[in-house]
């Protein structure tokens, strides 16, 4: 397993993991909106950046998705994980913290990110066990309008 970035030739490997994650979470995102937010990530634009985990054949198997953005309590940015998931073969392999070790690696490397963070749903308990593991978990809840 390799961690690289996303291209624009892994589109429908990509989409059949992005409609996994999707189902799990009980969201379905329209396609043009998937390809928007596909090109957005492979061109880098708007702040998007995307990774992959791939396998020994190049086929991605798990992805995390980033959006770099500005913050009012920094004079860099800030880096939030927005999307991470990993296909349920590749689970327990160790692909997803590769993978948020990517994203740490990327956020590093441009050193201007102050903080890399993400949210997750209080009852992923598998998700959660890892982030403890690489992460620190904060105070802050989040809400959104209803």
């Not at 050193?111 to 949210?119: E, N």
């Amino acid at each position: 397993m390799k961690i690289r970035t996303l291209k624009k030739d892994d589109f429908d490997d990509w989409h059949v993991l992005w409609r996994g994650y999707n189902d799990f979470y009980r969201a379905d995102v329209p396609h043009h909106v998937s390809r928007l937010n596909f090109n957005n990530m492979v061109e880098q634009k708007e702040g998007f950046f995307g990774l992959v985990a791939v396998d020994e054949e190049d086929k991605p198997i798990g992805f995390a998705h980033v959006i770099f953005h500005p913050s009012t309590w920094t004079d860099g940015v800030y880096c939030y994980l927005e999307d991470l998931f990993v296909a349920n073969e590749a689970r327990g392999t160790g692909t997803a913290k590769a993978l948020i070790e990517g994203v740490y690696k990327i956020a590093d490397a441009r050193g201007d990110v102050a903080r890399v963070y993400w949210t997750t749903q209080e009852f992923n308990a598998p998700a959660r066990s890892l982030y403890d593991q690489v992460a620190k978990r904060t105070s802050f809840i989040r809400y959104q309008r209803a």
